[in-house]
């Protein structure tokens, strides 16, 4: 039975935004002609409905549908529809409109968008987002803006991932002058995006060197990507002044072997879960959940082996032994220059989803150079190395607890600085 418009129109409705991204992004047909076609559909539609909540599901699967999408043009007959949006009573609305416009090359798009990121009155979660879109369509002479909101609490941390996509030099020097002022969060924002090029990684160390930086600032994760760069003045400056990157698999039995005749069941009784808590939100909170708290990257520790001694010790110095697929790093190299590592998590024809220590990335295929899967976890080596034999006590006393125990008085003023934990 053919369907009336109206009817066809209730059908798109009942589609999940999700859905209707997919479509239009052709990563059901793998057709971008007919994704093409069926944009131009939905932004007829949109000027002919005047619903808040329908116009916000077909905003929301065109932006799905056209992420890391780079060879868009304009739908016919998007100019008038955008100028009705953008008069729409509904603030969300007004806005996915605007990014929308910025995607299909509205240069009043783009100037709107840089104005709401710079107004230190509007709404930081509306500042953000408007950040966050301007980089992803890679704005041109953005850097200048992000580095000058560093200064700004409210976008500082997402600045400074930000930056992380813009080849300027004045980077490092910026980041590195505010530093000392960032909270745990931030400077971990700060270092990645340090050593995510080889100009900036060289000025990491020299900072770590200076003791601008404290070593322990870098992470193993950290570490490896450094490594990974390539680059041999880096990874001789790395070993000088943070220490190894791996051990070979001989060398990792011998270290699982010490660790159990250190932490002998005597050893373990005088372990505080509170302080051991402390440690994990500090080392592992990122990656890793327990107890419904903590990062999606990695496995929920919640339901595994974590009151067996020898099975938590494998998995964190020898955590490359085991891996599964889902959690294998994919290493990939930017035409611009950038090193990202991290976790595959979707792929298309036209664009690469990928979740690293901080945040997810949609990129485009055309501005991926290589990228190369490896048979390494994504859970960095050497974590315990940088910890106290009491930090390690603690941490494998909490990981063994059997219910979630309170944070120690004052902790929230020690995250992120291992060695503040007694």
Request: charged content about 20%.
């Amino acid at each position: 039975m053919p369907c009336s418009r109206t009817r066809c129109w209730h059908l798109v409705l009942t589609l999940p935004a999700l859905l209707v991204g997919l479509l239009l992004a052709g990563s059901i047909s793998g057709d971008e002609t007919s994704s093409d076609s069926g944009i131009g559909q939905l932004v007829q539609l949109l000027g002919e409905v005047d619903d808040a909540a329908f116009q916000l599901d077909l905003l929301r699967g065109i932006r799905e549908g056209i992420a890391g999408r780079k060879d868009l043009t304009t739908p016919k007959g998007w100019a008038p529809v955008y100028a009705e949006l953008s008069h729409s009573d509904n603030e969300e609305v007004r806005e996915l409109a605007q990014v929308l416009a910025l995607a299909f090359g509205d240069p009043a798009a783009l100037a709107q968008l840089r104005s709401v990121m710079l107004d230190a009155k509007a709404p930081a979660d509306r500042r953000q987002r408007a950040l966050e879109v301007l980089v992803e369509k890679h704005a041109p002479k953005l850097s200048a803006a992000l580095r000058g909101l560093l200064a700004d609490r409210a976008l500082r941390a997402a600045a400074l991932r930000a930056l992380a996509a813009y080849d300027d030099p004045q980077t490092p020097r910026s980041i590195l002058a505010i530093y000392a002022q960032c909270d745990p969060a931030e400077q971990q924002n700060a270092v990645l995006t340090l050593a995510s090029r080889s100009a900036y990684a060289k000025e990491l160390l020299q900072a770590v060197e200076k003791g601008t930086i404290p070593s322990t600032d870098i992470s193993a994760y950290t570490a490896r990507q450094l490594h990974a760069l390539g680059d041999r003045q880096i990874s001789e400056t790395l070993i000088r002044v943070w220490g190894e990157i791996r051990e070979t698999s001989a060398d990792k039995a011998r270290l699982i072997d010490e660790a159990k005749a250190i932490y002998t069941p005597e050893v373990l009784k005088a372990g505080r879960p509170v302080f051991g808590r402390l440690v994990f939100q500090q080392t592992c909170a990122q990656c890793h959940t327990l107890f419904g708290e903590g990062g999606k990257i990695g496995p929920d520790l919640t339901g595994s082996h974590r009151s067996n001694l020898h099975y938590v010790l494998e998995n964190v110095l020898d955590p490359s032994a085991a891996v599964g697929n889902a959690y294998r790093v994919t290493s990939i190299v930017t035409t611009g220059g950038r090193l990202i590592s991290g976790i595959l998590q979707e792929q298309t024809d036209s664009a690469v989803t990928i979740q690293t220590a901080n945040e997810r990335l949609v990129l485009s295929r055309e501005d991926i150079d290589v990228m190369k899967p490896s048979p390494v976890s994504m859970m960095p080596e050497g974590m315990l190395s940088k910890l106290s034999r009491e930090q390690v006590r603690d941490l494998i006393v909490y990981l063994a607890a059997p219910d979630q125990v309170a944070l120690p008085q004052g902790a929230e003023s020690a995250a992120g600085d291992p060695a503040a934990a007694p």
